[in-house]
């Protein structure tokens, strides 16, 4: 049950991968470094946050300590002396203190949460109430925009400057102010704010700063460019043998492949090259062949055929002269299925519409009835094989319906050529054997229907050398309709080939 799960979670994921091989390298690569980029935050993080609790522990302790002092020294004060000492702190300005004195606690915004806010007020309780033997101490942080000092509606903004401003304001920064309330007698309370020299101390993502994210970008675009360089020379050998692969049906004579790079490429391209020059000898020996065949079958159907013209009776003459045109029809199909089409035949651009038109008015003295319909940009093919291919489509489909319509559908990506007959079509579970050689569903082998069946299997042969394909089917309305489609980015249809 869980490996079916594996499996089919395995088999989506696959779905979303770069489909090429330079593509997953470099996801690999780019998954590789962000992993390790997050690691290496995770570690880094965890120890600048325990370094940085370790230091506001200490800080946090000794501010406590300082305005435990401060307090003592207030609480010993006697009350009428108390002004006077807070008009000269005023006074004196930058002090690291603002100390007031007032008839009730004031209320604070409290703001902050976390760990380290939590250490901080911890240790300011325990050492105030150590130091000064008091239990009930307020302590809270607030934003110096929403801060009071005094126990009135004034803002510590509305203050004059001299009046706590440059103790505790720190611009642009603009730090969490921490208050410590305590009370002194009965309404009589002792507030002290301070500083703590500690930037972004709430700030849950300071780790996440410009410079950081600005490295980890560089580094991530370094990672991107190298690997692309070299994946990208890695892979160029095995694009080259793809593209030779590709080209192999088309061009048995292309030059061979450079047996260089890698050892594991360099035998690819070995064994590539060794290939494709045992099939290009198989090729030539099976076309000599049927050649030598050929040639060696004329001299005595030629003698049969003067021996037939001799007989007396007419009708057995014309028949042994319909077998021997068969039979010659015969070979000359058999010749043309092995050569398929013209391997050595250069690609030039051809207008499809204007091949087209060509058939149809060498079709139309035989009697045949051709309709075209649509337009077409040039299309980069080699010349006589797809005319051989587009004459052996619409030939049939003239001869076995007797007219047919050719519509043209041009896209950048693709041409397909719809040929529809109005003949009696062919059983759907005979579609596919049609393509076979020396198929004919006709039962007649005369001259006049004529045909080794060789016809669509060659022009099948055509198309899918051109990258291409040819399907059939029945029209609903009665007839069979052949699709010729032919891509216009294959390899063999460029005129670099």
């Not at 440059?166 to 500083?195: D, F, N």
């Not at 045109?325 to 204007?354: I, M, Q, T, W």
């Not at 299997?457 to 394909?469: E, F, S």
Request: aromatic share 6%.
């Amino acid at each position: 049950m869980s490996e079916g799960i594996f499996k089919r979670w395995q088999r989506r994921l696959v779905r979303f991968l770069p489909h090429t091989l330079r593509g997953r390298f470099v996801l690999i690569m780019l998954v590789g470094v962000l992993t390790a980029q997050l690691a290496s935050y995770v570690v880094w993080t965890s120890q600048v946050r325990s370094s940085q609790l370790e230091q506001l522990d200490e800080l946090s302790r000794n501010v406590a300590y300082s305005v435990a002092s401060t307090m003592r020294f207030f609480r010993s004060l006697p009350y009428e002396y108390r002004h006077i000492v807070l008009d000269q702190l005023r006074n004196m300005g930058g002090t690291r203190f603002f100390v007031s004195v007032n008839e009730r606690r004031i209320p604070v915004e409290d703001i902050g949460s976390g760990s380290e806010k939590t250490l901080v007020v911890d240790n300011f309780r325990n050492i105030l109430t150590a130091e000064l033997n008091i239990d009930d101490v307020l302590v809270e942080f607030s934003r110096p925009e929403t801060l009071r000092v005094y126990n009135n509606e004034v803002l510590l903004h509305d203050l004059p400057p001299r009046w706590g401003q440059h103790s505790l304001l720190m611009e642009p920064l603009s730090p969490p102010i921490l208050v410590v309330q305590m009370e002194l007698g009965p309404e009589t309370w002792l507030y002290v704010a301070t500083l703590l020299p500690v930037p972004d101390l709430f700030n849950e993502y300071r780790w996440l700063s410009g410079e950081r994210l600005l490295a980890s970008l560089m580094v991530l675009l370094t990672v991107i460019g190298l690997s692309l360089l070299g994946i990208r020379s890695v892979t160029r050998p095995l694009a080259r043998l793809s593209r030779a692969a590709r080209q192999l049906g088309d061009d048995l004579d292309a030059p061979p492949l450079r047996e260089s790079g890698p050892r594991e490429v360099a035998a690819t391209a070995v064994a590539f090259n060794r290939m494709q020059e045992r099939i290009r000898d198989q090729v030539d020996e099976r076309e000599r062949l049927f050649s030598a065949i050929s040639h060696d079958l004329k001299t005595p159907i030629t003698r049969m055929r003067l021996r037939a013209e001799m007989l007396d009776d007419p009708l057995q003459r014309e028949r042994f002269c319909a077998s021997l045109d068969e039979l010659d029809l015969l070979v000359k199909g058999a010749l043309a299925s092995v050569k398929g089409f013209d391997l050595h035949e250069a690609v030039e651009p051809v207008d499809p519409r204007a091949v087209l038109d060509e058939l149809a008015g060498e079709l139309a003295l035989q009697g045949g009835e051709v309709t075209i319909i649509g337009h077409t940009e040039p299309l980069p093919v080699k010349p006589l094989a797809f005319k051989r291919c587009l004459a052996n489509l619409v030939e049939n489909a003239v001869f076995y319906g007797k007219r047919a319509e050719v519509t043209l559908d041009d896209s950048p990506e693709r041409l397909s050529i719809v040929i529809h007959d109005h003949g009696p079509g062919i059983p759907e579970a005979q579609l596919g054997r049609v393509f076979s050689p020396f198929v004919r569903l006709e039962p007649s082998r005369s001259r006049n229907t004529g045909g080794s069946g060789l016809g669509l299997g060659i022009a099948r042969h055509i198309a899918r050398a051109m990258g291409g394909d040819i399907g059939l089917a029945n029209h609903p309305q009665g007839g069979l309709v052949a699709t010729l489609s032919i891509p216009r980015w294959h390899e063999g249809n460029t005129l670099q080939h």
